[in-house]
């Protein structure tokens, strides 16, 4: 799924498979590329503090299936949608977030 690519305990991106497949082939990059030229480095991040239907709001609005949450810049843990449906209090949340996420997106006019 997802990889987090810290510097100096600081979150600083991510990459994905996907990041790996699609974005290598359509650049043409090889093993020996540098992962930075390949990361996601505008990253939607979460808090301990927020509560899960916020976390799946998040998830929804950016269509995104993993929430890293960060305290003073740092990677503390990652909430998954099948974190959000394993809790009973979040069924109805990782459904609406797992619905939301799985819209085609919108062509950008």
Known sequence: GVIPICEDGKLIGLITDRDLVVNG????????????EMITTDVITGTKHMS??????????????????????????????GDLAVS??????????????SLPAEPTK
Request: net charge negative.
């Open 25 to 36: 082939l359509a650049n043409n990059f090889n093993a020996n590329t540098q992962i930075s």
């Open 52 to 81: 899960v239907e916020q976390a799946a709001d998040i998830m929804s609005q950016y269509q995104i299936r993993r929430l890293p949450i960060v305290e003073d810049g740092k990677l503390i843990g990652m909430v998954s949608l």
């Open 88 to 101: 009973n209090a979040s069924n109805k949340e990782a459904g609406k977030a797992l619905e939301d996420i």
